[in-house]
């Protein structure tokens, strides 16, 4: 498992500077760097009583803490790398590291092959500001993002095969999309009702962060109680049923790769809750959007998987009036509106305008 560069921050990082790692045509792979101290908190939870820790190096990085490579020895004298994901960002931290470890271990019981079987995840013994780790199975990174088809079909049986322990929407405790919280610590027989109070939790952090705007968050009001019923409640009325599948929730594609040791895709950093996930390019895809070719291919296999696992889907017309609206939560993730910067861009627009007629 691998993460890629950035900033610590309460408010968040630049996410635009992950970007910028990027190879052609791929994602740069995650580098060994110099020693990594390891907290006694960590060595307590390893997997394996009477493991020792040999060495431990920075591996990669992430955007929102560090990441490190460790390698032990079992009582058996064998040798066994775990990977390591530390976050300080006080009660953030925490449930953004909480989060990914139940993510994690939802989705690795029913698709193990597919995602890292995490081991533990607690508080560092001693750190200011608060600190949090994920220990984990270590994986060797190779190709990012994967080959596309295998990743459709891995993506796919995990759709397909996962079970709401409830039958309903939501999940056992709150998840995070990047460093905000989800609405996830509940359930909903009503896929709509769990999306319209995600999207309303999400305008409410854009309104904190950056204030009233009068029209937009008229226009948000409009959208949670005319536009969300009327495009999302047609899915389960009339004999219509949708199935609760459990979601990474925050898939793109750096949070993807390829097992070196294996060939098979895995995915990793996931906010996951049972939510409509395959069958259409809704909650699982809204981070995918406006992406590369490599998604384009993810979309396109998709599309054919449901024509076979889930043919009824309805009109595609419809489908098309419903992409926008999942895209939404995702949009708002790291702020949404700024209102600061469109008169930044007001600003800026003027003196053009003022450079031109002075020409």
């Not at 079909?153 to 039958?167: D, I, Q, Y």
């Not at 999306?195 to 029209?215: C, I, P, T, Y």
Request: net charge negative; proline share 6%; charged share 30%.
């Amino acid at each position: 498992m691998s993460e890629q560069p950035g900033n610590e921050s309460k408010d968040g990082p630049d996410l635009g500077r992950a970007g910028q790692e990027r190879l052609e045509g791929s994602i740069a792979p995650p580098q060994v760097g110099s020693v990594f101290i390891v907290d006694p908190t960590v060595l307590d939870s390893l997997p394996i009583p009477g493991t020792e820790l040999v060495t431990a190096f920075n591996y990669g990085m992430s955007l929102w803490g560090r990441t490190a490579k460790l390698v032990c020895r079992l009582p058996t004298g064998e040798r066994i790398n775990y990977f390591l994901k530390v976050t300080a960002l006080d009660e953030v931290g925490k449930a953004m590291t909480e989060g990914e470890f139940e993510s994690l271990k939802e989705m690795h019981a029913t698709t193990p092959v597919f995602v890292p079987k995490p081991f533990a995840w607690g508080r560092y013994s001693k750190s200011e500001p608060e600190t949090h780790f994920l220990l984990a199975e270590f994986r060797n990174v190779g190709e990012q993002p994967p080959d596309p088809v295998k990743f459709t079909a891995r993506l796919a049986e995990l759709h397909r095969t996962s079970r709401s322990p409830t039958g309903k929407f939501g999940f056992h405790t709150t998840t995070c999309h990047a460093f905000l919280t989800q609405i996830t610590d509940c359930w909903e027989e009503s896929w709509s009702r769990l999306f319209q109070r995600q999207l309303a939790h999400m305008v409410s952090l854009d309104q904190e962060r950056n204030g009233k705007w009068q029209e937009f968050h008229a226009l948000c009001d409009l959208t949670l109680e005319k536009v969300v019923p009327r495009l999302l409640e047609p899915l389960q009325s009339e004999g219509r049923s949708i199935k609760p599948c459990l979601i990474h929730g925050d898939l793109w594609d750096e949070n993807t790769a390829t097992d070196m040791d294996t060939g098979e895709p895995f995915v990793f950093d996931a906010g996951s809750m049972y939510d409509k996930g395959m069958g259409s390019k809704d909650s699982e895809f809204s981070t995918l959007a406006d992406c590369d070719m490599w998604l384009s291919s993810v979309f396109d296999g998709m599309t054919e998987l449901c024509k076979t696992y889930f043919p009824n889907e309805l009109k595609q017309a419809q489908q098309g009036l419903r992409n926008p609206l999942h895209r939404q939560p995702s949009a708002n993730k790291d702020g949404g509106h700024d209102v600061g910067q469109e008169e930044d861009d007001e600003e800026e627009e003027e003196e053009e305008e003022e450079e031109e007629e002075e020409k």
